[in-house]
């Protein structure tokens, strides 16, 4: 039987499509589900190509960077192995998908959000009564603009000097290319969840030992912790995002020191609070703060783009000054799905 894949003609055209990615347009000129019942089952189209041209892109017997450059054809491959190293990275560790609601794809760099800001009066549940309105929820787009932002690496490395390493070996460096672009989006979402997106709805912000949260100042008890799981009502603190410093002391705590929970940390390595929210520790947080946040109605992410690289450079191993990019921002839903609490 005779497959597509060992045919298809691969050029940089690929990865100038409109609206589509180079391995949506593979997919679109040799789609997987002619794979179905083969030995190539379970493979997108990219990693056939990778196959076609014998690149092993992991494991110990992973080829040389050179080996992408053997023919013209499996050059054009390059860009897609950079950006996907790079986006495996962006994944790792990632606690954007914790904190965020939805997450919109948008083309362009001004994007306008709606919102629902309902007064005491419209949050009652009340009683209809026969032939009487019916209460209504306003749900409007926002005054200002939420703007998305570049953020991305510069990939320094002559093709000289990288051309003999190995594959396996090449793609870490490109996977922490990764995490620190992630780390740039997370550091964004915190800033909104903090100050709002510009449509004046910044986070309430509470201290410890200023009324309603008891305690005393720059001391955090699980005393503290209940006063500030409260104020959520009629939303829930089902997620905390805690600095460094503060996650110490949560779990030095006596309420935290629970057999279950120990049993589920050292079993899984995941965290979980006496009050039963997520618990996400982050060095983006400055010290002595935490921020709790209802994750169904906090935050919205909107993706301007995936990651970007500046395929004619690769392609052309021109690797000196190479762009890899992503393009995000973060817009407010409820403002009250999210507040702080300052320890210090």
Do not use: C
């Not at 919102?115 to 409007?140: C, F, M, N, W």
């Not at 829930?236 to 929970?261: A, H, I, R």
Request: charged share 25%; glycine share 8%.
């Amino acid at each position: 039987m005779g497959y597509r894949f060992d045919n298809l003609r691969l050029e940089k055209g690929m990865y100038n499509e409109a609206g589509r990615s180079f391995t949506q347009v593979l997919e679109r000129e040799d789609p997987s589900e002619q794979y179905k019942g083969t030995a190539l089952e379970g493979l997108d189209a990219y990693q056939r190509q990778l196959k076609r041209f014998d690149i092993k892109v992991k494991g110990a017997g992973s080829d040389a960077v050179e080996k992408f450059f053997a023919t013209s054809q499996s050059a054009v491959l390059f860009p897609e192995y950079i950006a996907r190293s790079v986006r495996q990275g962006m994944e790792e560790a990632n606690l954007i998908p914790h904190i965020t609601a939805a997450v919109t794809q948008f083309d362009g760099m001004d994007y306008r959000s709606i919102a629902s800001v309902p007064d005491e009066e419209q949050k009652a549940l009340r009683r209809v009564e026969e032939g009487a309105s019916i209460p209504q929820t306003q749900v409007k787009s926002q005054e200002n603009l939420v703007k998305l932002y570049k953020r991305g690496r510069m990939l320094v490395a002559p093709y000289e000097a990288i051309r003999y390493q190995k594959l396996d070996l090449f793609s870490v460096t490109l996977r922490q290319i990764g995490a620190h672009i992630n780390r740039m989006h997370l550091e964004d979402a915190i800033d909104v969840l903090l100050n709002g997106d510009g449509n004046g709805n910044p986070a309430q912000s509470f201290t410890v030992g200023t009324d309603p949260i008891g305690g005393t100042v720059g001391k955090l008890t699980y005393d503290e912790l209940v006063d500030f799981w409260s104020q959520f009502d009629p939303y829930e603190m089902n997620t905390l995002l805690v600095s460094g410093d503060e996650m110490l002391t949560l779990l030095k705590m006596e309420e935290f020191q629970n057999p279950l929970t120990g049993l589920n940390f050292q079993g899984t390595g995941k965290l979980a609070t006496p009050l039963g929210a997520t618990l996400l520790r982050t060095s983006a947080l400055a010290s002595g703060t935490m921020i709790g946040l209802d994750k169904r109605y906090a935050l919205e992410m909107v993706q301007g783009s995936d990651v970007l690289v500046e395929y004619d450079k690769l392609i052309d191993r021109q690797l000196e000054r190479a762009a890899i990019t992503s393009i995000s921002g973060f817009a407010k839903l409820f403002t009250d799905a999210a507040k702080v609490l300052k320890v210090k």
